[in-house]
């Protein structure tokens, strides 16, 4: 009898913890995520751990459902959801280009009441919450910081190698590719299969050089057009690059994935991406391992813009913009759980812990202007700092101030004219016609 009383009371206890467990789940808070997360990137599955799970952690009445994705799957999966009419509650977006279409449709809720509710509107940079910078012309999204998306990295060592230094002009940088070549390197290393890489990266710091800082503004004022001198010598130019060899045709077969550790085992000379890619380069806190060495990042690589261009009407100009970060569909209800939970992650992604993250691995400089230190940083993470203080006038990048059907027509064209399946008149007129066609 004693036995069957202590089987009794044991299986009492476990339908108790059952039912316990089901409460908990069902007070728990469920909110959707849809992520941008390259998975082979350094410090990826530490940040799974130290930001992901540490919020549920710290909010054990939350519960993510979280979807990550990177490159052209997440912008599909983005679309798709966009072509609803609704967002998963939180979402990662950019202040524009790739998602217009959430932007236009409001799709992404206000954040500036909540940001003046907490009181901690004034803990960012004023650039960085400027309604004005954001499609919507509000506050969408919170930035990590500003973005400078053309940046030349150039190892030092294959120059020296090679007898070369560090070029000024486009003429010594053309000089440099029969060098580079006998000794077996590539000149400029790029990720050119992925089509949006040479518009990011190159070309709209190549279009604000010819065009000046307001080429874009012009455009969209009716007072200037994609078929126009400035931006026609533009496209000219990267047709140039490529007949001169100074890029070459292998680029539109390399991947982002790949082109990476072409640069840090040594197959060119130069690596053209935008700033964000420093990351890539840094110690992987999770093995203690770098693609460059903290050592090799001080003595042997160097950030600079690119050289000065034969022509060119604004000397030194480099293609900015406000930076990526989360949103919150437009969707939850005022007042609701699901609000209140949306906006505690929010907080939580753009706060002084999850940016210090960023910057440390080197992934965003931050939009913070209180609570972050800048003592730990890797050699090229300082080399970042540097470049961003020698910068001088910021022009547009086209795929954030041109709608997605515009950048498309000019991505496919760039890869073509690479190829010589397109002429420069012809991308010039391809793009006008997109842009045309948008309009309506």
Not at 419 to 431: H, M, P, S, W
Request: net charge neutral; proline share 4%.
């Amino acid at each position: 009898m004693k036995k069957l009383m202590a089987i009794a009371f044991a299986a009492t206890a476990l339908v108790g913890s059952v039912f316990a467990l089901g409460d908990k789940k069902d007070k728990q808070t469920v909110i959707t995520v849809l992520d941008y997360q390259d998975a082979t990137a350094p410090n990826t599955f530490d940040d799974n751990k130290l930001i992901w799970e540490a919020f549920e952690k710290a909010h054990p009445d939350i519960k993510i459902e979280r979807e990550a994705l990177f490159n052209e799957a997440f912008h599909q999966k983005a679309a798709a959801y966009a072509a609803t009419g609704k967002m998963p509650d939180v979402f990662f977006m950019w202040p524009a280009g790739r998602s217009t279409a959430i932007h236009q449709q409001k799709l992404a809720k206000d954040l500036t009441p909540f940001l003046k509710k907490e009181g901690i509107l004034g803990n960012y940079k004023k650039a960085c919450v400027d309604p004005k910078a954001q499609a919507s012309g509000y506050v969408a999204e919170i930035p990590f910081g500003l973005t400078v998306s053309h940046m030349m990295f150039v190892n030092k060592a294959v120059l020296a190698e090679c007898g070369l230094s560090i070029p000024k002009t486009y003429d010594e940088l053309k000089a440099q590719v029969p060098v580079l070549k006998a000794k077996g390197y590539e000149t400029i290393l790029m990720a050119n299969m992925d089509d949006w890489v040479m518009q990011s990266c190159l070309f709209s710091m190549v279009a604000g050089r010819f065009g000046g800082a307001d080429w874009a503004d012009k455009i969209m004022a009716g007072k200037a057009k994609f078929t126009d001198k400035n931006f026609v010598n533009a496209v000219k130019f990267i047709k140039q690059l490529y007949d001169d060899g100074v890029i070459s045709q292998a680029t539109l077969a390399t991947s982002y994935g790949d082109v990476v550790g072409q640069f840090a085992s040594k197959k060119g000379a130069y690596l053209i991406d935008g700033d964000w890619r420093v990351g890539a380069f840094l110690t992987d806190q999770s093995t203690g391992q770098a693609l460059i060495s903290p050592e090799d990042q001080k003595n042997n690589i160097e950030l600079i813009n690119f050289p000065a261009i034969p022509g060119e009407k604004l000397k030194n100009a480099n293609s900015g913009v406000l930076g990526t970060g989360y949103g919150m569909s437009s969707k939850l209800k005022k007042g609701s759980k699901e609000e209140a939970a949306a906006w505690e992650l929010l907080k939580w992604l753009s706060g002084p812990y999850c940016q210090q993250r960023r910057l440390d691995t080197g992934l965003s400089f931050p939009s913070l202007d209180k609570g972050i230190s800048y003592d730990n940083l890797e050699p090229l993470s300082q080399k970042r700092d540097a470049f961003y203080n020698a910068q001088t006038a910021t022009t547009p990048v086209f795929d954030s101030v041109f709608n997605s059907d515009v950048a498309s027509v000019l991505n496919a064209d760039l890869q073509a004219l690479g190829l010589g399946q397109k002429t420069v008149d012809q991308v010039c007129k391809d793009v006008q016609a997109a842009y045309d066609s948008s309009k309506k």
